[in-house]
């Protein structure tokens, strides 16, 4: 008879069911922890996602400031010294050196200034103190002056000479003022902490020293830079 296998067959499926439930259970527990997983993840993720908060490129120190105000006036009475060969100059070789002059130390110039901006401090106006309207009036500007920088009578020597007797000055000249860079730029090196500027101290060092030795042939007295250092 059929009567008896009801019973059995309800059995069957409150079986089935009770089977189901615990397995949709245990999957909603898994999906729990794994919708907790990515948010663990992400917490772990984000301390790398930021390394500029930690990172020591922008660090600088009262040296860095001081070498950049104080080159930059320097730079720019080179730039000046340059531009006068170019218009007085007789030698083809010392409008060259002119040039090259200029070419490296504009965008020298240019590069000190951003880095002062961005520190917050004073930028020289002029030649920082050269005089010829130009002297700064910030404190401090004036930090190039004695390092190889010309006076007014100097630039007003050089401005009205011509010829052999021009590049005879301006050798002379720029052989002193470059001397003056490199004792800066040495400075720098040892004193500094600014990773882009005592690169730059550095790159100054190497390229003017180099012209030093060139002039000092030019004028026919070839001897080593007494302020370069190794």
Not at 43 to 66: E, F, I, K, M, R
Not at 217 to 229: C, D, N, R
Request: charge should be neutral; proline fraction near 6%.
């Amino acid at each position: 008879m059929n009567v008896p296998r009801r019973p059995s067959h309800r059995v069957a499926m409150v079986a089935a069911v009770a089977t189901a439930v615990l397995v949709v259970t245990g999957c909603g527990g898994n999906s729990s922890k794994s919708g907790g997983s990515p948010s663990t993840t992400t917490t772990q993720a984000s301390p790398t996602a930021s390394p500029s908060a930690s990172a020591p490129a922008g660090q600088h120190n009262q040296a860095d400031v001081t070498f950049a105000q104080g080159m930059i006036p320097h730079h720019r009475q080179a730039i000046v010294m340059a531009d006068m060969a170019e218009q007085h100059a007789s030698s083809s070789d010392v409008k060259a050196l002119a040039q090259k002059i200029k070419k490296a130390q504009t965008p020298e110039i240019e590069t000190m200034t951003t880095w002062l901006k961005s520190w917050g401090e004073a930028v020289p106006q002029g030649m920082g103190g050269m005089g010829h309207g130009n002297a700064s009036a910030t404190p401090g500007m004036d930090m190039g002056m004695g390092m190889g920088m010309m006076s007014d009578h100097d630039m007003d020597q050089l401005k009205g000479a011509t010829g052999n007797a021009f590049d005879t000055m301006f050798l002379t000249m720029m052989i002193k003022h470059h001397e003056g860079a490199v004792e800066m730029a040495n400075t720098e090196k040892q004193q500094g902490a600014y990773g882009p500027a005592k690169e730059m101290a550095g790159n100054i060092v190497t390229s003017q020293t180099a012209e030093i030795t060139q002039m000092r042939k030019m004028l026919g007295t070839a001897s080593p830079s007494a302020t370069a250092t190794p």
